[in-house]
């Protein structure tokens, strides 16, 4: 069974959108990579795990840096709850305290 990507809500819809096009096309295509060759052989540049049961998503583009965070959920499962611009070096803590909350709402 491929795993399936799929965005939280329309709050991370509107995270997503808000990114520049050559972002928003590195995370299609990274999201291609997982449901073609699955969540298990993913690794660096394209996945790191953050923490606890945070993952993220390393988008590139022309004008810096983004991250896609995610959560894995029963039936194969990628759910993204957080899309941001990275401004800083480490991600930082507001941003995996606003993941950590949205990831309570996965099923």
Partial sequence: MPWVVELLDSRVQEELEAL?????ARFQRIVQLIQH??????????????????????ITGRDGIARA????AP????????VFVKKTQKTPRAEIELALGRAKEVE
């Fill in 20 to 24: 520049p096009v050559d972002m928003r």
């Fill in 69 to 72: 965070v995610y959560v894995t």
């Fill in 75 to 82: 039936d194969r499962r990628v759910v993204v709850v957080r």
């Fill in 37 to 58: 060759c699955g969540l298990e052989r993913m690794r660096e540049p394209h996945v790191r795990h953050l923490e606890g049961s945070l993952w993220e998503i390393r």
